[in-house]
Each structure stands twice: as structure tokens, then as C-alpha cells.
């Protein structure tokens, strides 16, 4: 399975078209209110919403196993940006 590490406050398309998104592991938390927002988009399609995590909350592994339509897209943000681990299907 491929994967990504998140480490700094940015938007990271990480795939366009479907696919699956399989799990999120934060390692290290975010400080100051920082937050991952999960994307079903793509850089040509906007996309929907489809959770958003608090890194200043939760470390460990959040299961998903979701199905993506269009791509997965991650916009991190505000505070100190977490140190984690993106697992999806091609």
C-alpha cells in the first residue's frame, strides 16, 4: 500500500481519481488548534468534505477503509503541523 507523510501546514493532493483511503496514523500531535480536512477532490475537481481530524486530540491510527470517487486531497492547517502517515489504495 503507498503512502505519504504529513509534516507541515499545506494542501497535498495525494491522488487524483478513485481509490481508497485506508487509514491516518499520527505519530507526533499537533499544537495550537491544528487540524487535517479530508478531501474527496481532485486538483481539477473541487470535491466534498469528508472529515476532519484534530491532530492536537488524536494520536495513534484512525481506521477509514473509505472509497474515494474523485481523489484524496489533505489540507493541514493552524498551529503546529502533526508528523503522520497517509495509507491509501492506488
Request: glycine share 10%; hydrophobic share 40%.
Amino acid at each position: 500500500m503507498p503512502s505519504i507523510r504529513v509534516q507541515a501546514n499545506q494542501t497535498d493532493q495525494i491522488k487524483n481519481g478513485p481509490g481508497r483511503l485506508n487509514r491516518i496514523i499520527i505519530g507526533k500531535k499537533g499544537a495550537s488548534s491544528n487540524i487535517i480536512t479530508i478531501w474527496d477532490a481532485s486538483n481539477a475537481e473541487p470535491g466534498n468534505i469528508l472529515t476532519v481530524i484534530d491532530t492536537t486530540a488524536n494520536v495513534g491510527t484512525i481506521e477509514f477503509n473509505l472509497n474515494l470517487r474523485i481523489g484524496l486531497k489533505l489540507v493541514t492547517g493552524t498551529g503546529t503541523a502533526p508528523d503522520a502517515l497517509v495509507v491509501f489504495d492506488e
